[in-house]
């Protein structure tokens, strides 16, 4: 396909401009980045938050579509596997875990939740915690072309290299950040993403709208 856009462009792909899924705050850093800002939200989706379904409270974090939760400096290190070379961040699955749990605690069921990492083996720390396979965790591609009320993003890497490995694949990003409908929760180390231009511009948007919140605000 991206052969045959290269060599004769529109005359064989069109974009379908408008989106059902996503509120339009979630949809608007991935249509700049890759839709020239074309991508617009339906009316009957654009402002649908999660305090809009049955049973939710009108209170964080339940009354915006979007925050990241920035683990630097909190010493949450990633790792790799003992056995096998995929990346896991035990401390930020632990996090991960708790967000998800807070979510359910607040009403909404394990199935309108999931969470997407690019790791397989933090989707295996995380998945321990729910034996009954509900929330679903998955990786990127696992979870190409589905979507869920509220999807919850652990990055996983965190290094003084400022080294992200798969994440600078910003096609698979863009994947992971639009199947979320009304709630999308981005965990990861803003000073190892940050060092990505793509990243840093994604970190730069959310600051803006005031969607940025620290994990030692987390802290008991």
């Known amino acids: 396909m991206e052969r045959l856009l290269t060599a004769y462009g529109d005359t064989v792909a069109r974009l379908l401009t408008t989106q059902y899924r996503m509120h339009a705050d979630i949809a608007r850093f991935s249509s700049h980045e890759?839709?020239?800002?074309?991508?617009?939200?339906?009316?009957?989706?654009?402002?649908?938050l999660l305090r809009d379904l049955e049973g939710i409270a009108d209170?964080?974090?339940?009354?915006?579509?979007?925050?990241?939760?920035?683990?630097?400096?909190?010493?949450f290190d990633e790792e790799e596997e003992e056995e096998g070379s995929s990346r896991e961040n035990p401390q930020e699955a632990n996090?991960?875990?708790?967000?998800?749990?807070?979510?359910?605690?607040?009403?909404?069921?394990?199935?309108?939740?999931?969470v997407i990492t690019p790791y397989n083996a933090q989707?295996?720390?995380?998945?321990?915690?729910?034996?009954?396979?509900e929330p679903e965790v998955d990786s990127v591609d696992g979870f190409q072309g589905?979507?869920?009320?509220?999807?919850?993003?652990?990055?996983?890497?965190?290094?003084?290299?400022?080294q992200i490995g798969f994440l600078a694949d910003t096609r698979r990003m863009n994947v992971a950040m639009t199947r979320a409908r009304r709630k999308l929760i981005?965990?990861?180390?803003?000073?190892?993403?940050?060092?990505?231009?793509f990243f840093a511009r994604l970190l730069t948007s959310i600051e803006a709208n005031g969607l940025y919140r620290s994990v030692w605000e987390m802290m008991d």
């Open 146 to 162: 589905r979507e869920k009320e509220a999807i919850v993003v652990s990055m996983v890497r965190s290094n003084h290299e400022g």
């Open 34 to 48: 890759f839709y020239g800002g074309r991508l617009i939200a339906d009316p009957s989706v654009v402002g649908h």
């Open 186 to 197: 981005l965990i990861g180390d803003s000073a190892t993403l940050g060092a990505n231009e």
């Open 59 to 75: 209170a964080p974090p339940f009354d915006t579509p979007i925050e990241f939760i920035d683990t630097a400096g909190a010493g």
């Open 95 to 114: 996090l991960t875990i708790r967000v998800v749990k807070e979510l359910i605690a607040g009403g909404l069921s394990a199935a309108q939740v999931s």
């Open 123 to 133: 989707a295996r720390l995380i998945r321990a915690a729910f034996p009954d396979g």
